[in-house]
């Protein structure tokens, strides 16, 4: 089960699937942290600073060792602890998602999980 869970990880962390978006949330970053510096508390401008330089680190793993899972994997859990990414920048890249309500579980979820069956 562990090799299922962490085939599935590699391909979802995979360069085909995340080099792309973090190339363009990487991209819009500094912009970012220029218009709104003086709107961020210090410590709100360390974490989104420092979600900008692991995603630059992550951009750098893909383009030089796209196979080394364990790396992408550390620089993904950084990016974590770090926080979510500035809503303004996740809305212009994907309009429909949205951040806030990441995680709640729906009653209408609850109700179509007796369907699901995993084995």
């Known amino acids: ?8 990880m590699q391909q979802l962390l995979s360069k085909d699937i995340l080099h792309e978006p973090m190339k363009e949330i990487g ?9 709104h510096k003086s709107r961020l508390t210090q410590e709100e401008y360390d974490h989104y600073h420092c979600q900008y ?14 196979n080394n899972f364990s790396k992408i994997v550390d620089l993904m859990q950084k990016m974590q602890e ?5 809503n ?3 809305q ?3 309009p429909d998602l949205d951040l806030n309500n990441l995680g709640q579980i729906s009653p ?7 369907n699901c069956c995993i084995m």
Not at 1 to 8: A, C, G
């Open 92 to 94: 212009e890249l994907a």
């Open 82 to 86: 770090c926080g979510q990414p500035p």
């Open 108 to 114: 209408e979820m609850l109700q179509s999980a007796s």
């Open 27 to 35: 991209e819009r970053y500094p912009k970012w942290l220029e218009e």
């Open 1 to 8: 089960m562990e090799s299922i869970v962490e085939t599935m």
């Open 53 to 66: 330089e692991l995603i630059l680190k992550l951009n750098d793993v893909y383009d030089n060792e796209p």
């Open 88 to 90: 303004d920048i996740v």
